[in-house]
């Protein structure tokens, strides 16, 4: 649904994206991590047709974003960083607004608008003036924005900022709908509980490249290493220590508990519980010791450095 | 391009205008009361100086005062209709939608213009309908209908400008406040044609009027070009990485003099080193191809000064112009230095301004130049044949000696000057437009010191120590 490669974008001498491709499947979502400025939000106005990139090629909904902007604009929902809503306008015109802007039929766009405006419970408010509404229930309105038309793919920058949990909880739910009904979703993110919570595939950015990227697994595991595990008994460990060890590369252990590494849990698990079986020491836990996507993410951007900007004429300063 | 998103982005904007209550209320003050305030002032100076013929003048130019005040409330709208959504974090949203950069800047041109024109032509209306009720008889016939429809075309076509102009600062802009700076750009011409207006009307020269109509049309069919051409998305967006930066900005204008590259080259692409014999051997015919454009339009601008010169003589005699020229012609001042010293500077001063200032006036300025020198030979010429006297005499005296150098000066001169006021306006791919102005400056500079200042040089020694004997020995002074 989403290939682009090698894209490259130039604002003057700042080189903002610098040979990004990536591939969405239709009911896949990919998340876009990175630091502020990595170029997240470029790599997005690329792909959804607003800016041309100065290199590379995107193919979105099966158009070119460069031969046919308008079709792909047509094809994409595109919730921005700031919800950016008329204050003036109550949600209701707000939406119907933009429905006509993508080429809806009034009546089409009013049962669209009014089938979200109830999933997202903001029906009771639908009259009111958009300045009157919280942050959450404008970022909510934006939300909606984007899936007025049924879009087949979706760019969604920040998607539960500022909502409080149970509001976050309806958005994370209609993003998982969305997946569901095969649509192709971008999702910016600094949220990387909600990155993990959604993500099939995610994309580290840094610097306008992607210097990281697979499913959580993969990244975790090139990152961070094999899982780790951790068995817990109800008496002091003693023997088993030295045993243990000779099997799997122990990490870290107290009296009661022990933690290890295994590329492969599915053989070495059952082992390790037969032998503190037959060693009869009661085991009261064994899991895996859970690895945050954040513990990956700082790892990914601690080790790459921010390099120097392109296009600098030999044996001149540019001022920047 | 479809009129329904045109329509739709236009509808949601004037709208959004039309119930705030802060943009209302002048509005309905400017539509009904000051119209009343205007006219009642002039019947009241009629009134008070009791003389009907000379006071009575100002109420045409009331009924324009009229419709130009709530007109011009549209520079409010539409010079944040793009830069106050971009402020306000609307704008991303709409430049989503499929619409094309067309659509998208005729929609936001429509909704600046239509409320202030309406509320103009109410107020004119408003106006008209007090004048008839309050206006002692033997005013009435002031206002004739066909000065009234002028009036009406004549703020139409000023809101237009208006419009058009402060849409291209709003969608050149970063912030409101820069948006607002530069509004000087579009208030400071139109006060200028205003008080053009205030005295052709005084003058009782209504027919004068059409010409500034028609020129105020052709600047706006240029504005709605030029804004329809240069709007794009791309643009807008990109500018949020731009920042105010001195010493870049020195930079690339030194970059620019370096060499000469077509518009659109970026600076870091100006390697070589400023030489003289390239300049003049590669760049100059390089930037006379280039200026191919503007050149054509300096001499336009000189054959209409020539033929208005003409016309002016046959329509707008002067007295006082007649007994100067029937003083002067023939009566060549002694050749001298000093006078060769004052004609170059003269003549260096009005380039270097009339380029200068065409940076906030879209190029008039340089437009004007080569008008008024060829307005001056034409008007000349025609009194010389109406004289009896022979005009190839009067050119052959006073304009071919140093004419032959300083005119092409001019006009070269010119074009450097319309390039700077049309860098402004647009920007070719490649380049913003602070980049295109720096581009147009870089290039009038170097061309400006290596060839017109040598050639008004030259052209003012003649003269002032050649011109004077040829004229005495013509005309046997």
Redesign the interface.
């Known amino acids: 649904m989403i290939e682009a490669s090698d894209l490259h974008k130039y ?4 080189h ?1 994206v610098r040979g990004i491709s990536l591939q969405v499947a239709a009911g896949q979502v990919l998340a876009l991590l990175g630091p502020n400025g990595a170029g997240k939000t470029t790599t997005v ?1 690329m792909l ?1 047709a ?3 990139p100065n290199r590379g090629s995107a193919r979105v909904a099966g158009h070119d974003v460069t031969v046919e902007p ?2 792909v ?2 094809k ?1 929902g ?1 919730l ?10 109550t949600a209701v015109d707000y939406l119907l ?2 429905g ?4 809806l039929h009034r009546s089409e766009s009013a049962a669209r608008a009014a089938d979200l405006l109830k999933r997202f419970d903001l029906w009771a408010a639908r009259d009111r003036k958009l300045d009157g509404y919280s942050k959450g229930m404008k970022q909510k309105v ?1 939300l909606i ?1 984007a899936m007025l038309h049924d879009p087949d793919v979706l760019f969604l920058d920040e998607p539960t900022t500022a909502m409080d949990p149970q509001s976050a909880r309806t958005v994370r739910d209609a993003i998982a709908d969305l997946r569901d009904s095969r649509r192709a979703i971008v999702l910016c993110t600094h949220n990387l509980t909600e990155a993990e919570a959604l993500a099939d595939y995610i994309a580290v950015v840094r610097d306008g490249q992607i210097v990281a990227e697979g499913t959580e697994y993969q990244l975790t595991k090139q990152l961070l290493g094999d899982p780790l595990w951790e068995v817990r008994t109800t008496r002091v460990l003693n023997g088993e220590v030295a045993d243990i060890g000779r099997m799997v590369q122990i990490e870290d252990y107290g009296d009661t508990w022990l933690r290890y590494r295994t590329s492969q849990p599915e053989e070495t698990n059952p082992s390790l519980l037969r032998r503190l079986h037959t060693a009869g020491t009661p085991v009261v836990s064994l899991s895996e010791v859970p690895r945050s996507l954040e513990s990956v993410y700082l790892r990914i951007i601690g080790e790459t450095q921010p390099e120097r900007m392109a ?3 030999d044996g001149e300063e ?3 | 391009m479809t009129l ?2 045109i329509r ?2 236009a509808r ?1 904007e004037m709208r ?1 205008n039309l ?2 209550w802060r943009m209302l209320f002048p509005v309905i003050i400017l539509t009904f009361i000051v119209p009343a305030v205007i006219l009642s002032a002039a019947l009241y100076a009629i009134r008070f100086i009791g003389d009907n013929g000379s006071v009575a003048r100002l109420i045409p130019f009331g009924l324009l005062l009229s419709g130009f005040l709530p007109a011009s409330f549209s520079l409010i709208t539409a010079l944040e209709s793009f830069v106050g959504e971009k402020e ?13 950069d067309g659509e998208l800047y005729l929609g936001k041109l429509t909704a600046a213009l239509l409320p202030p024109l309406s509320s103009a032509l109410i107020a004119m209306a408003t106006f008209m309908l007090w004048y008839n009720l309050a206006a002692p008889p033997d005013i009435i016939d002031r206002v004739r209908s066909d000065l009234m429809w002028l009036m009406i075309a004549l703020i139409a076509v000023k809101s237009i400008v208006m419009v058009a102009g402060a849409v291209i600062i709003s969608s050149h802009t970063t912030t409101v406040r820069a948006a607002n700076l530069l509004a000087s750009f579009v208030l400071v011409p139109m006060s200028v044609v205003v008080q053009l207006e205030a005295l052709v009307i005084i003058a009782q020269q209504p027919q004068l009027l059409w010409n500034i109509f028609w020129a105020l049309l052709a600047v706006a069919v240029m504005l709605v070009r030029t804004g329809m051409n240069s709007f794009n ?2 643009e807008i ?2 500018r949020e ?2 920042g105010f ?1 001195v ?2 900005i020195w ?1 690339t204008f030194k970059q620019f003099l370096r060499e000469f590259h077509p518009a659109g080259v ?1 600076a ?1 692409h100006y ?1 070589g080193r400023f030489t003289l014999r390239r300049f003049y051997r590669q760049e100059f015919p390089a930037i006379l191809h280039e200026y191919r454009a503007p050149l054509l339009v300096s001499c336009i601008s000189a054959l209409t000064g020539l033929v208005f010169g003409i016309f002016a003589f046959g329509e707008y005699r002067a007295a006082w112009l007649d007994n100067y020229l029937q003083h002067s012609i023939g009566n060549a001042p002694d050749p001298s230095p000093l006078l060769a010293l004052g004609i170059a500077a003269n003549n260096l001063r009005v380039g270097l301004l009339s380029n200068l200032l065409s940076l906030f006036c879209f190029g008039i300025l340089a437009f004007l130049v080569p008008s008024a020198a060829f307005a001056q030979i034409g008007y000349v010429s025609a009194w010389q044949a109406a004289h009896g006297l022979s005009p190839s005499t009067f050119m052959l005296a006073y304009v071919l000696p140093h004419g032959i150098i300083e005119l092409p000066a001019f006009i070269l001169s010119s074009a450097l000057g319309l390039r700077i006021g049309g860098a402004l306006l647009y920007a070719p791919q490649g380049f ?1 437009v602070g980049q295109n102005i720096l581009w147009s400056l870089a290039n009038f500079a170097k061309v400006f010191a290596c060839v017109i200042l040598p050639l008004v040089i030259v052209a003012a020694l003649i003269e002032g120590l050649v011109t004077p004997h040829i004229v005495r020995a013509l005309y046997g002074g």
């Open positions: 604002f003057g001498q700042f903002a106005r959804s607003i800016l041309k308008q079709v604009r047509h994409v595109l921005t960083e700031y919800p950016g809503l008329y204050a003036r306008m607004f933009f006509e802007l993508q080429g934006a924005r296009g600098v004429p540019v001022p920047a | 329904r998103p739709a982005v949601r959004d119930t705030d306000r974090n609307t704008l991303e949203s709409l430049l989503a939608m499929p619409m094309s998305r791309e967006l990109s990485h731009a930066n010493k870049r930079w970026p870091e390697e913003t």
